[in-house]
Nanobody, 123 residues
Framework: QVQLAESGGGSVQAGGSLRLSCTAS????????MGWFRQAPGKEREFIAG????????YYADSMKGRFTISRDKAKNTVLLQVNSLKPEDTAVYLC????????????????RGQGTQVTVSS
């Protein structure tokens, strides 16, 4: 079993940056690929980025390339999502997910999912 906890969200003005963290506990973190997603009110959940268990492979949704960077800190059992040049349309709950066979771009394909952290961007 893996428990995931996102943190780092908050309220920020447009143009600012945030670094979101997803900390894993439970089973061996290094065996899991990770993904970041977001869901805004009234909109479908969106895939942002995924990273392999060893960090060597990362990929992004086309619409997320450029302002989002995913990375992992194995020593801290943490996956990070750096978000720059924030826009009001980035307002959403940001969620992380883990799977031993990923990463996947579909949230439902992950075995474990966190509760999310809220990001609110004001203009």
């Amino acid at each position: 079993q893996v428990q995931l906890a996102e943190s780092g969200g908050g309220s920020v003005q447009a143009g600012g940056s945030l670094r979101l963290s997803c900390t894993a506990s439970g089973r061996t973190f290094r065996d899991y690929a990770m993904g970041w997603f977001r869901q805004a009110p009234g909109k479908e959940r969106e895939f942002i980025a995924g990273i392999s268990e060893n960090g060597d492979f990362v990929y992004y949704a086309d619409s997320m390339k450029g302002r989002f960077t995913i990375s992992r800190d194995k020593a801290k059992n943490t996956v990070l999502l750096q978000v720059n040049s924030l826009k009001p349309e980035d307002t959403a709950v940001y969620l992380c997910a883990a799977d031993p066979r990923g990463p996947y771009s579909s949230y439902e394909d992950y075995d474990y999912r966190g509760q999310g952290t809220q990001v609110t961007v004001s203009s």
